[in-house]
């Protein structure tokens, strides 16, 4: 083994409990550990050309850079996690400004669109879905059958679907 890396080794053993503390500050307690490892792997590559002059200065400076690498390869890891869930489920997690613009133009337009519901369609829209009631206890409510509900219900989110969908004309 060279000279070098028994040094280091020999020092990362003395000074273990300060360098963990240092790397905890940057990656977390749970995570300290993997780069104390990371960090022993490093330190067993060291050559020894040239000689390392300051070994306690180049053992922090390497425990810092290991601590540094670990949170850019989380990092790394999240955002592949994320990009392949978002392909796998067609989920989009990266909503921009004009994503969210368009959706709140959207619900808009279904906001305006049930409130020019005609009566009872409003109503029986507004008992079945927004406020959980069953269909029988609605046409109940409202004086009709429950066939009649069902119509309603079935016009209305029709209507509401065209408009969710970017059908204006059908509005």
Do not use: F
């Amino acid at each position: 083994m060279p000279t070098n890396s028994i040094a280091l080794s020999r020092l990362l053993q003395a000074e273990r409990k300060s360098l963990l503390r240092q790397v905890r500050r940057l990656v977390g307690a749970e995570s300290a550990e993997d780069v104390a490892q990371k960090l022993w792997l490093k330190v067993q590559a060291v050559r020894d050309d040239p000689p390392i002059l300051n070994q306690r200065a180049y053992l922090r400076r390497l425990a810092h850079n290991v601590a540094v690498d670990h949170v850019q390869a989380d990092r790394r890891q999240a955002t592949v996690a994320e990009r392949a869930e978002a392909l796998l489920w067609g989920v989009d997690y990266e909503l921009g400004p004009e994503r969210i613009t368009e959706s709140r133009e959207t619900l808009d337009r279904i906001y305006a669109a049930i409130a020019a519901l005609p009566e009872p369609t409003r109503t029986i829209l507004r008992l079945v879905r927004l406020e959980g009631r069953t269909q029988r206890e609605t046409a109940e409510e409202v004086g009709v059958t429950t066939t009649t509900v069902e119509n309603h219900l079935r016009r209305a989110l029709a209507q509401l679907g065209r408009i969710r969908d970017g059908d204006l004309d059908s509005a």
